[in-house]
Every structure is written in C-alpha cells, then in structure tokens.
C-alpha cells in the first residue's frame, strides 16, 4: 500500500456512509453514472461527449505504469522533486513548493474532517513534465479526444478522505492508478450545486449532502482502478479519495 493510514472515527464514519448509503445493500455500490465497456468513439460523441458523464472499462491497460507508482518506486525514482501542492480548496490559490519525499512522508495522511480547504494542502497538478518525464511516458490516456482540444495531463497523489469541492472547467478525463477507489459528484452547468468553496468535500459530504432531496442530489459514482470518468464541459465536480490514492486526469483543453 501506498502508506499505512491513520484511524479517524470521524473520517471513517463518513466514508463508511458514503460507500453503503442508506437503502443499498452492504457490497452493492451507489452509482448514478453510466459505465460502458466497448464503447466506440462515435457512440462517445453521439451521448456523452457533449451531454453527460460516462464511466469507461476496458480502453486502455496501464498496468505497467500502476506498477511504478507503488510508494517505494515513486520516492525511489522522485523522492528529491521539489513539488507543488495545492489547497483543497474551490480556487486552490495558494502554492507551496518542498521535496516530494517530505510530503509523503509527512503530509500525506487521511484528512482531518474539521480542517478547512484552504489548510489541505495536496499534490495534483502543477506537475514538473520534464523531471516526471520518465514517469508519463509509460501512461495510456484514454483514446477518445475532442476536434479542436489538445490534450493536458494533470497527476496527483492524496491521502483517504482528501478532495477538491465543486469547481468546473473544460472537459476531461480522470483515472485512479493506484489505491483502488475515487468517489465523484457532478452536476450539469445549469444547476450550481449548494456548497462552501472553503470546505472539503469530506466536510459537505457530512454536513450538506444528508439534506438534500432526492432531487437536488448529485449524479454520483465511486471509481475503481483500472476506470476512466469522462465528465463533458463545464460540468460542477466534487471528489473523494476513498482510500490514499495516486491518480491522473487528461484535461481537453
């Protein structure tokens, strides 16, 4: 495993509610996403690309570049980068620069549930290409693009019960490489989802998500390794890591 984790009442019950809500049955997942295997590209363009988010099976094999992200490959090969984390929060304005192994070895911990966002501090994104150049270049992205986007890799790694709140931006893909399990929210553009940008998705998981009516709830999903969420433009999206997790996206910009 990526590292050993801290028990956390707090954090565990949360995740334990999310992962068997109320009215499913222990092992059965809640999801509201559509998961396709073999899906064709002109298929992907007819129902998803433009209109809703699909989870996607069996387009590409990354085994080998799963297999370089244990922990002890990765502080092996990168524990002297110097890497820029970001706040959990909405607008992650704030940066701070210091040597991947000392996140690691010192950062990356379950989130605590009262911190707020802009006290996370995570690595996605900002990532250093030229210095993981021997890292990216074993990745598989998944083979579907859009006319007239190029597309943009966005790398992280993050402990149990970290996550960005609700945001958007262009479309994308995201992938969990390493850690088993991510869980998203989405909503389409023209309906704002009701949260606090400075509070983690673990904090509105616990605080507001129990409130909502049937109808004011999240499309909803928990991603597996090995699977890739294409979630279309300007799409509202909150994640969870359900476990301490290593995962990429490839944004379409």
């Not at 992962?19 to 998961?35: D, K, M, S």
């Not at 945001?167 to 390493?178: C, N």
């Not at 090995?226 to 433009?233: A, K, N, Q, S």
Request: aromatic letters at 16%; charged letters at 20%; one cysteine or more.
């Amino acid at each position: 495993k990526l590292m050993a984790l801290e028990a956390r009442p707090l954090l565990w019950l949360a995740l334990w509610t999310l992962a068997v809500p109320a009215r499913t049955a222990p092992g059965e997942e809640h999801c509201t996403v559509e998961r396709r295997a073999d899906l064709s590209y002109a298929e992907f363009v007819q129902r998803y690309a433009f209109s809703r988010p699909v989870i996607l099976q069996g387009l590409t094999d990354n085994s080998r570049f799963r297999d370089l992200c244990t922990r002890q490959r990765l502080l092996a090969s990168f524990g002297d980068s110097v890497v820029r984390l970001s706040t959990a929060n909405t607008y992650s304005y704030q940066k701070v620069d210091l040597p991947f192994e000392k996140y690691v070895e010192q950062m990356l911990h379950p989130q605590d549930p009262i911190s707020m966002g802009n006290d996370t501090l995570y690595f996605f994104g900002d990532n250093n290409f030229t210095e993981w150049a021997s890292l990216f270049r074993h990745y598989s992205p998944p083979p579907f693009s859009l006319l007239g986007t190029t597309p943009a890799y966005s790398f992280g790694i993050a402990g149990a019960g970290s996550g960005v709140p609700f945001h958007w931006h262009g479309p994308g893909f995201s992938e969990v490489i390493y850690g088993a399990r991510s869980r998203w929210f989405l909503y389409p553009p023209e309906k704002t989802p009701e949260f606090h940008p400075n509070k983690t998705t673990l904090a509105w998981l616990r605080d507001t998500y129990p409130a909502l009516t049937p109808s004011a709830r999240p499309l909803e999903c928990t991603i597996q390794a090995g699977e890739v969420l294409y979630f279309p433009d300007r799409w509202w999206h909150a994640t969870l890591n359900l476990d301490t997790s290593v995962f990429i996206s490839t944004f379409l910009g």
